[in-house]
């Protein structure tokens, strides 16, 4: 049984720092990606980093150059390091998986394609005040 759990959101002023923890379970080794996503009040949920099972990594446009996301595959953990946040990244936080057969578009999740994802976590909170 597959289960996705996030954890690691919080507040914090604006040009801090956040490293978002993402706890999978259930797949074999390497056969899943993740993608982050994150949705804020009053708007559509939006992807926002997902690495493949090859460790291909994408990022929408508005986070490059600021957040890294990384997975540890002996632990099964996703990370998504956010630096510099702005006061628009606050937001629920969610992690997805999908079996690397589903032939996710890891990359157009960054770009607001469908998303093809088959577990999700509950979300975690992030606020970032100005």
């Known amino acids: 049984r597959v289960s996705v759990a996030e954890s690691g959101g919080g507040s914090v002023q604006a040009g801090g720092s956040l490293r978002l923890t993402c706890r999978v379970s259930?797949?074999?080794?390497?056969?899943?990606?993740v993608a982050w996503f994150r949705q804020a009040p009053g708007k559509q949920r939006a992807g926002v980093a997902s690495?493949?099972?090859?460790?291909?990594?994408y990022y929408a446009d508005s986070v490059k150059g600021r957040f890294t996301i990384s997975r540890d595959d002996v632990d099964h953990i996703v990370y998504l390091q956010m630096n510099n946040l702005k006061p628009d990244a606050t937001a629920v936080y969610y992690c997805?998986?999908?079996?690397?057969?589903?032939?996710?578009?890891?990359?157009?999740?960054?770009?607001?394609?469908?998303?093809?994802?088959?577990?999700w976590g509950k979300g975690t909170l992030v606020t970032v005040s100005s």
């Open positions: 997805a998986a999908a079996t690397k057969l589903a032939g996710v578009d890891y990359e157009g999740i960054c770009r607001g394609n469908n998303y093809g994802m088959d577990y």
């Open positions: 259930g797949y074999p080794y390497r056969a899943y990606g």
């Open positions: 690495v493949d099972s090859d460790e291909d990594k």
